[in-house]
């Protein structure tokens, strides 16, 4: 089976990362491939960023599909980030966000789960994406750690993204949850060590989405056409302006 | 990969029926053993039907815990039926109910999703069980075809079962439904012809829940012990007087 | 008038301190009988406990209705324990939960009302059993005390009891309770005692279902067979192997 | 006891009538005082109608308050009119309201619940006080007749009355209705004609009120002053203007 | 552009300055003219409160609609009190309730807002007013400061209610809020300090509601009569007794 | 006042015909600039287009901010479409969307509205924006006409528009709305025509969201920085590649 990754911004090392967590978390016979947007943000955080990354998700999964390669599934790996709708609209083959992933996976495994995201401000996307997606019933809360999306850097080996994370995740637990959802697809690889600190499963979006995707595939399931997800129609559309806005913006 | 898939009735013809299914939709490498219960109802339509399935049912899984025999998840094939929470903390493996897994993959495939079932009788409980397991939400329509669960027979080759399920499906459409769920473990089998049929994916609970079994164990994760669904307590238990009630009860 | 209570467990010094309860709530002229399960679980703490409870009530009450004894309505008191439905399937007479009773008056008496109930563990059956009968919107917290069943003795007269209720009683107030509901069968008779403590009202459930299931047969109404609680098909069912667990399970 | 039960119009013969109902259904030992405003709208039909029923039904409390005759509990006999809360923060008994009280017991016997009022207009204060009272979630269905409060006569004699209440019943039904609650004092009667026809049980909210208001005198129970139902500050008050609008208004 | 400004209770100086802040929110060439009811309440505190200003409220606006005065709008300046709907049943042209006015436009300011009320005893007629007017969802709390209504003098002025104001802005917002409402209509010109204050956007209800019934004036809507708003019926209605209650009542 | 209106696609005549509304709605002294994105797509019809669409409008607005020509407000009139909490972080002016502004002044005109939109696939990201916008709960129904966003025409003159909105407005009065909303920005114009044929009020969310603007403008007030529309962080952003898709995608 032949999966791809999109990161949501235009990091290259964030990608690697991801497409690490992903073959990890992958079945035998599974191959990943990783997706870096073109333009876009180099990390996703908050409102505006979510949009630009959308396109920008878009415009590289439309380039890679005219590309002719051949794959049997898409994970699109930004926390909360929109676009997921319009993949599944783009594409013929299961669509897969690692935030509704991780939810689906952490609704199986207690009553209420909990997120812990980077910057407060990136709570209110996750929130709606949960909503849009029928999974927000039983999130207790999403909890903010502060960290940047790049702060992460490698999450596992860092203490103080780990005393962050403790904290924020203690908060959730006070709120009623039972089980832990990463809420940055940088924080993959967080999962066994905060875990054996919690003594509560830690549930990985990006892994979630892999074995979700290969589900559907496995089932032969794809996305309905009969609704809302039927195919784009055909008319002009351009994808940008290639013009860079200036880093302080 | 070794899932016990359990009958929520005493039919071992529907279980022999089930362990079909769900070996046609596991991964390879995956082994599927069935478990009938030893006592309860034969075939569960209502209630106290579904009462007295999930005793039985706990009865059974607690039984052949004590065998000894290992295995790396459970998943329930009762649509609707209750009983999943008490085995989630019976058990130290992942615990998958058919009803919860169908529509946590029918929210990934459409916007809105329809269950089709058995008799009417059986909507309440799969709302209840939809609902308590955090993904109602997404549900456009719960909908009867007025067969009963030993009606079903061979589904894919019965016109009358397939017409019933057919008018019951365009029910759900009208309400919204994007994506069907089959709303009996019985029913197995019925997915190929009806979505050929509908032009919608249409999902069976028993494959989505053996899927969705193998992607907790291959990620690691099992049920939360921190909350609500920690060990039972040790205490006096008698699993019922042996008794049986009058058919016509 | 003659209510049938049914304990939820198998312990008859509680089904006894229960109908002494439901005594000392009736009307002039209403009979009290307690049925205690013959097997099943010696106190029901979490959803494995809840669902045996379930069967072995709905066994008691079947055998019960085949003795031939007439009795006008049945309260089943388990808060918070699952077989409310099954009960208004099989029989011809009103069914009321102590949940919902207690829940019903609470609202009559103050904009949200508090649980405060045994082991946290009993929260989520408690809560799911409030959303399914209609009443849980205007409850605004299940607290848990921290003790057991069996640890309640003679709750009036203890005072670690005592002070583990007004502990949590406070915990719900601070969450917008102005009433209180008793969360347990064992806890009744604690009412009076805790009311003047805290100034405001406490309902207990077997009170509340004792004058509700009198208030349905005063009024000539009984549970509608129009609809998910018709009655149970013609079936082959067993209740139980009739082997014990051992106690440790 | 002593239940007093207020009018929420001035209709003297429609007092008549519900203490008539109210009487019926009461214990053997309850005695029932009706109340007719002395001002107000001499039926209630929407939104002007049930503003200025509240202010004139909680004048006439008032008014009976200082009067000095003992009683024991209040019944608002106006179906989906306002003063509710109000009631409850003027006075030291329990009140019940005739549209909350037919909802609580309907939910009791079956899992959903639809009301059958007279006007269309009055189905929005109807869901709206359902839902302040914390039991609209089992509301299937708020359906009009088409006929005014006073067009009612005598109901359970009138050939119209009942062509058009059972019509009504079967668009509740058919939105999912197990149960039907009458939704107007002035129905007080229909219940036994109805019910009989549907073959579903009908819950008369004047009856329903008083057996609620019994049980809560009868537990010791009264409305928490505990928060939102405080007593009135004392402040000066002026109960209208005394002067007459047009009819025509 | 004429806008009618009712006071929701029988003192003058209140209307006064809400006259003023009305003035000072319209846009050039609107005139307000505020209308104090003859009788009801010095100040709405609570439920019983809020129903008799209702009948007032509805009683002064029949009254002036009758002497011929030419308006285009009106605004209900009272905080979650009672009446709204009646009014829109009763006027041809606009209504606007401070209540929804500042929610609607509070929506449009941050993801949650928080209302800053009086006492805490007006905190429920708050959220079911903003329940009803269906813009509850992005309410993060309702907060009181423990002042009474005729306690605020000149809020700008007053210290102490500046402290006891931004005390409980503080526990707004950490319950999400990012916006805040003042809840109360003579609250109106505290906007201004508090926002400085605390760095955060603070609606007047009051100059919400002016510039919401300008809005609705100038794009030519106003109340639908095509369902819950008809036109009341013609009948006899009594508008109070014109008897005062005692002080202390 | 100067108000900067922005299409959501590249129609230039669609452009001008939304400025021709805005000015015709808004106020004395205001005035009205129109933004055409410079990319993107010549129509928002579905969750691809309207991603797309929003980055293209965040762009647009990016760069006319930068431009240095100064404004007060913006108003974003793609019904349904994404970007506004982007917008709302980017600039420091209020802005106010169509879809919520209509769905604002239709709750004060009746008690449920209606959205009458182009094609089916619309509906979902209606829906959506109304939930996270926090307006959804008096919305009735989201009905399709089944014409495409270009095929509007000049609606006013064209019988089949008018036609299939009529017949829509049908539907969406079945569902109980007693207010409609024009659910397209092509749609403006129509609701004089559509209004005076179906007896209830119609609400343009181009008209709406200029007075909105100019309210909230008008009282001082603009979006909250204090929570998830703080200011975007600075860092490398870039605006598309420039590259059209083919107009069969």
Redesign the interface.
């Known amino acids: 089976m032949r999966i791809v990754v999109t990161n949501c911004n235009?990091t290259r090392a964030m990608t690697a990362e991801i497409v690490r967590g992903a073959t990890a978390?992958a079945?035998?016979g599974t191959t990943v491939t990783g997706l870096t947007p073109?333009?876009?943000?180099?990390?996703a955080?908050?409102?505006?960023?979510?949009?630009?990354s959308?396109?920008?998700v878009?415009?590289t999964l439309?380039t890679h599909q005219e590309s002719g390669q051949p794959y049997d599934a898409v994970v699109l790996a930004g926390f909360g980030e929109?676009?997921r709708?319009?993949?599944?609209?783009?594409l013929d083959v299961?669509?897969?966000d690692i935030t509704?992933a991780a939810a689906?996976?952490a609704?199986?495994?207690?009553?209420?789960y909990g997120v812990v995201t980077t910057l407060?401000?990136a709570?209110?996307?996750i929130e709606?994406s949960l909503?849009?997606?029928?999974?927000?019933?039983?999130c207790a809360a999403v909890v903010g750690t502060g960290l940047?999306v790049l702060d992460l850097g490698n999450p596992a080996d860092d203490e103080r993204t780990l005393r962050a994370f403790l904290a924020a995740a203690e908060r959730a637990?006070d709120a009623?949850a039972?089980?832990l959802v990463l809420g940055c697809a940088g924080m993959t690889g967080l999962q066994q060590a905060v875990g054996d600190k919690?003594?509560?499963?830690v549930?990985?979006g990006v892994?979630?989405a892999v074995?979700?995707a290969?589900?559907?595939v496995?089932?032969g399931?794809?996305?309905?056409?009969?609704?809302?997800?039927?195919k784009?129609?055909?008319?002009?559309?351009?994808?940008?302006?290639?013009?860079?806005?200036p880093?302080?913006?």
């Open positions: 235009t978390a079945s035998p073109a333009w876009g943000v180099e990390s955080e908050g409102w505006l960023d979510s949009y630009l959308a396109a920008a878009l415009d439309r929109h676009g709708e319009g993949a599944r609209e783009l299961p669509v897969v509704e689906h996976l609704c199986l495994l207690g009553r209420r407060d401000r709570r209110g996307p709606d909503h849009a997606a029928g999974v927000a019933q039983h940047g637990r009623g039972e089980v919690l003594g509560m499963p549930v990985d892994g979630a074995r979700l290969e589900s559907l496995g089932l399931l794809t996305t309905s056409r009969a609704g809302g997800y039927a784009p129609r055909p008319k002009a559309r351009t994808w940008g302006s290639g013009h860079g806005g880093p302080s913006e």
